[in-house]
């Protein structure tokens, strides 16, 4: 089964307006974090936010915000204020202390466009 | 301060020739990862190392393929005897430690290579 799962193919936004990118995981793992990564046509992946598992409070960067529902098990990221810079794809991805704490598992990504 | 760096940006090779990717990680990063993401696709683990030596060698897609980390720094992945599905971005990541879910994974910007 997926262990992260990004439904969105494909978003488009309008400048200057707020969008939420979803994303839901499955873990058994109790302790677990959660990344939000942002790939501009650059192909550089760009960490964006982080939310543990038991972080009381959902994070937030600048205009990076994350809704993190943890009985839906969903960490979906919240961009304010969209900028066209904000066009690029975007991953969510995980990991688990359980897993021996190596690799980010990654979903397979949203395509932001920001429209002017 | 520097972030994580990857030699050469764009490789073209022939069927068949063999292949050597370079990272350099962030300094003082004592763990380094190796993903393929192949085009239009998410983030495939290959291998990571806890300082020179790599516990986890399970994402490696074949024995043609090999890495190895010296002094604790520059790693090399290669491919032997390339084949025309190895084509993909091959994107290196560093972090503080694996003691931890919570670290974050910086990335380089990635070698793009193209088997013809």
């Known amino acids: 089964a997926q262990k992260i799962t990004q439904t969105q193919p494909g978003m488009f936004v309008q400048e200057k307006e707020a969008v939420t990118l979803d994303c839901t995981y499955d873990t058994s793992d109790p302790s677990y974090g959660l990344f939000w990564y942002k790939q501009p046509s650059s192909g550089e992946m760009i960490f964006l936010i982080y939310q543990g598992s038991y972080d009381q409070q959902n994070a937030t960067e600048g205009r990076y915000s994350l809704n993190f529902q943890k009985a839906r098990k969903s960490a979906n990221l919240v961009i304010s204020a969209s900028q066209l810079g904000d066009s690029a794809m975007y991953f969510c991805a995980m990991r688990e202390r359980n897993s021996g704490n190596t690799p980010l598992v990654f979903g397979k990504g949203t395509r932001l466009s920001v429209i002017a | 301060g520097a972030g994580v760096s990857q030699s050469p940006s764009n490789k073209v090779t022939e069927k068949g020739k063999d292949v050597e990717l370079r990272c350099d990680p962030i300094?003082?990063?004592?763990?380094l990862y190796w993903y393929r993401q192949s085009l239009g696709q998410g983030l495939e683990f290959l291998i990571y190392f806890q300082g020179n030596s790599a516990p986890d060698k399970s994402g490696l897609p074949s024995d043609r393929f090999s890495a190895e980390r010296t002094g604790g720094s520059v790693s090399t992945l290669t491919i032997q005897r390339t084949q025309q599905e190895d084509s993909a971005v091959y994107l290196c990541?560093?972090?503080?430690?694996?003691?931890?879910?919570?670290?974050?994974?910086?990335f380089g910007p990635g070698t793009r290579l193209l088997v013809l």
């Open positions: 990541a560093s972090s503080l430690e694996t003691g931890g879910f919570k670290r974050t994974q910086y």
């Open positions: 300094s003082g990063h004592t763990a």
